[in-house]
């Protein structure tokens, strides 16, 4: 089931991109998107929007990364896979919003408005703006339901993830008690985060998932990347830590030294102090 939800809503972006691209005004969304505002450099709310993105795309800070990497093999170069990783999150982020532009600018073709008069914040960017756009298309119930789909999928492909965090985490901590009721534990994961769930689909849910989205998503994955940074660059020893990591995938290389070092001694912590506090 997971490898479905993890490529299909591959498949439906190049579906969509494939799609705005030939509809008439796409050049203005896309000419939007693409062309820098550079006075925004100096908004230290933009840098904080930035990386609060990329730590929610990339699924750090909360544990996905070392529940899923526990089940590579000893020898597996972590190194390469995170490169990986962090260009594929960047592309698809990139080929999502040639997606959402296109279909914007083809809407403000067709009511004849400006494209930044479309654009909503926050939510609205997909749940409103998009639709918008979309729903000036022939047949447009057909690539509403693919957007959807595209969105549930990816809903559900995170949710998977977030269960299997928390039932490892259990796991590790009562290994006895969770290797006995595995079942169990896991059903009764599921049903805490459904009744969590609940609240959010109410008239009010939206406020709370605005909430949230910038009190818990943000802010607590940020102090947590924070923290996990300090503990394992200035308490641990990052020079302690890469020398690990070479021993687990068999050479040395200088890339770990003169890249990695800085970036996790200065550019993630920096970035952390950035999201919690603008």
């Not at 796409?26 to 820098?36: D, E, F, M, S, T």
């Not at 505002?37 to 709310?45: G, V």
């Not at 924070?226 to 040395?252: P, Q, R, T």
Request: glycine share 8%.
């Amino acid at each position: 089931m997971i490898y479905f939800t993890a490529t299909f809503p591959f498949g439906i972006i190049i579906i969509l991109l494939v799609r705005g691209l030939t509809l008439k005004g796409h050049q203005n969304g896309i000419a939007y998107y693409l062309k820098p505002d550079w006075s925004k450099l100096s908004d230290m709310n933009i840098w904080s929007s930035a990386a609060n993105q990329a730590i929610y795309s990339l699924g750090i800070a909360y544990g996905s990364h070392i529940a899923l990497a526990s089940h590579n093999q000893f020898r597996n170069n972590i190194f390469r896979d995170a490169i990986i990783i962090g260009a594929t999150n960047t592309l698809t982020s990139f080929l999502l919003g040639l997606v959402v532009f296109s279909f914007l600018g083809h809407g403000s073709h067709e009511l004849n408005i400006p494209v930044e008069d479309m654009i909503d914040h926050g939510p609205g960017v997909l749940f409103i703006s998009y639709i918008q756009g979309i729903t000036q298309l022939p047949s447009a119930p057909i690539w509403c339901l693919l957007f959807f789909l595209m969105v549930y999928t990816l809903g559900l492909d995170s949710l998977f993830i977030q269960v299997w965090i928390t039932v490892s985490c259990l796991q590790d901590s009562f290994p006895k008690i969770a290797s006995k009721y595995r079942r169990l534990i896991l059903a009764g994961v599921c049903l805490l985060m459904f009744l969590l769930g609940l609240p959010l689909a109410t008239k009010g849910g939206i406020h709370m998932i605005v909430l949230m989205d910038r009190y818990v998503a943000d802010i607590g994955l940020a102090t947590l990347m924070l923290c996990e940074a300090v503990s394992v660059c200035w308490l641990y020893g990052l020079n302690n830590f890469i020398s690990d990591v070479e021993m687990m995938i068999g050479h040395k290389s200088r890339l770990f030294w003169w890249f990695w070092k800085p970036t996790w001694m200065v550019t993630v912590p920096l970035f952390s102090v950035v999201s919690v506090y603008s």
